[in-house]
């Protein structure tokens, strides 16, 4: 095992439950969307107002490549990361791909107060966190494994991956913890 891979929607926990399977593991963490605002000085927001989606997408595909050249590392990716069907083969040859997800209600009542800092929620922000979750249902489903984060909070939901990764021998005796 290499790496692994949180995907999923904003706002089921991707960061804080990828910060801390990172110190359970013994191994570095990284933030897709922090990664990028850091490369490029832009917040995520900004990338979209100045330069567009497409732009941003192709700053997730370029930081997909890198880190997949990398090991023992828990990457959480971006919401939209998966839709580009080159980013999931890179992802998958180099590690085990774990969904979290929440019912609606919880991702929008988790989104709300950050909801400006989120370019794909703008307009009714209900309606638009459902439409995004149909929309990008089937990209999630290739995960090799779920989680439902709103059932437990981050602590919880680190020790169920850590569980299955452990109990699968997909950790290849490789953690410190």
Not at 18 to 38: M, P, Q
Not at 54 to 68: G, I, Q
């Amino acid at each position: 095992m290499k790496n692994v891979v949180l995907i999923g929607f904003m706002g089921t926990g991707k960061t804080a439950i990828g910060k801390r399977l990172a110190r359970l593991l013994g191994w570095e963490f990284i933030d897709t969307d922090a990664e990028i605002e850091r490369l490029t000085g832009k917040s995520v927001a900004r990338i979209f107002a100045e330069d567009g989606e497409v732009r941003f997408r192709s700053e997730e595909n370029l930081l997909c490549r890198k880190l997949t050249q990398r090991e023992r590392l828990v990457i959480a990716t971006g919401g939209g990361m998966v839709l580009n069907p080159e980013n999931v083969a890179l992802l998958k040859q180099n590690g085990v791909l774990i969904k979290l997800y929440a019912d609606p209600e919880v991702i929008i009542g988790r989104v709300k107060a950050k909801k400006e800092r989120r370019p794909l929620l703008k307009g009714n922000l209900e309606e638009r966190v459902r439409e995004l979750l149909a929309a990008r249902e089937e990209a999630y489903s290739i995960a090799d494994f779920a989680v439902d984060t709103g059932k437990q909070d981050p602590d919880s939901s680190a020790a169920i991956i850590y569980d299955y990764l452990r109990k699968r021998n997909l950790l290849d005796g490789d953690v410190s913890g």
